[in-house]
């Protein structure tokens, strides 16, 4: 009996151990869905409804032929579709990029992309523990 019961325990231990393990794992997230990074969707749009959390990983996929993605360090530039200095350029068409705590910029390094509304912004809550 008693081994019996420090058994149940046990694996109930280790069941709340491997959920936790899951929820607190950093979520890998593919912008734009099945449709990528790409104007053919409302970029801006998809974060909405969604929870990031700092450490998440965004992969950016699109033709690296034709497009890119640059990381800004705030939001200067997102709104004019400029490159400052300084920003992340990123450009494999498969770029996996780690979101950092609080404002996260993107925008496509193509202005003309850019000004079509290949940009997007996400607000990256801290990890639950
Ligand atoms: C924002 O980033 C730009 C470079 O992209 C930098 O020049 C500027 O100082 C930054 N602003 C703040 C408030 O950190
Ligand atoms: C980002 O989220 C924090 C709370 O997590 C909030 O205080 C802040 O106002 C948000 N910033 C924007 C620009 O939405």
């Given at each position: 009996?008693e081994f019996?019961?420090?058994?149940?325990?046990t694996?109930i231990a280790?069941?709340?151990?491997?959920?936790?393990?899951?929820?607190s794992a950093?979520?890998?997230?593919?912008?734009?869905?099945?449709?990528g990074w790409?104007?053919?969707?409302?970029?801006e749009q998809?974060?909405?409804?969604?929870?990031f959390?700092a450490?998440?990983?965004?992969?950016f996929?699109?033709?690296?032929?034709d497009s890119n993605v640059?990381?800004l360090?705030?939001?200067t530039?997102y709104d004019?579709?400029?490159?400052?200095?300084?920003?992340?350029?990123?450009?494999s068409?498969?770029?996996?990029?780690?979101l950092?705590?609080?404002?996260?910029?993107f925008?496509?390094?193509?202005?003309?992309?850019?000004?079509?509304?290949?940009?997007m912004?996400?607000?990256?809550?801290?990890?639950?523990?």
């Amino acid at each position: 009996m008693e081994f019996k019961r420090t058994t149940v325990v046990t694996t109930i231990a280790v069941v709340i151990m491997l959920i936790g393990g899951a929820i607190s794992a950093p979520k890998t997230w593919i912008v734009g869905d099945e449709y990528g990074w790409d104007t053919i969707i409302n970029v801006e749009q998809w974060p909405e409804g969604k929870h990031f959390y700092a450490g998440d990983i965004l992969v950016f996929n699109y033709d690296y032929r034709d497009s890119n993605v640059v990381k800004l360090l705030n939001k200067t530039g997102y709104d004019t579709c400029t490159k400052p200095e300084g920003a992340e350029e990123y450009e494999s068409g498969n770029d996996k990029i780690p979101l950092d705590f609080g404002l996260n910029h993107f925008i496509s390094g193509y202005p003309v992309q850019c000004q079509a509304g290949l940009k997007m912004f996400i607000n990256a809550t801290a990890p639950p523990n």
